[in-house]
């Protein structure tokens, strides 16, 4: 009996690609947040020429980890995507299957 193959996906390296970059995420946030503290602390005593070019520089970096943050989490979200799709595909392949099987079975 011929008829579709099997998807080839690899669900276990999509999941822990998707646990790595939710992962990574997560530490680009926390690393963030600590800046953002460790800037309002140095802030709080510290006034002189290189404050502004300082807090430029803090602002490209905080900007910069946020896009990194994001695309991280858009790239785990198009692996899951990838993923549910891929299992819908298989899904639908086996009920193709198990008809099939059922209909040979009432021929016999």
Known sequence: MS?????????GAANDAIGALRRLAGEIDSAANR????????LGSWEGPRQQEWLARYATMQTASIRL??????????IAQASDR??????RINHIRAEQERLAQQQR
């Open 3 to 11: 008829g579709p193959h099997d998807v080839y996906w690899d669900w």
């Open 35 to 42: 800046r953002a503290r460790a800037t309002t602390e140095l």
């Open 69 to 78: 943050r994001e695309r991280c989490l858009q790239v785990a979200n198009a």
């Open 86 to 91: 891929a299992r819908a595909e298989q899904d």
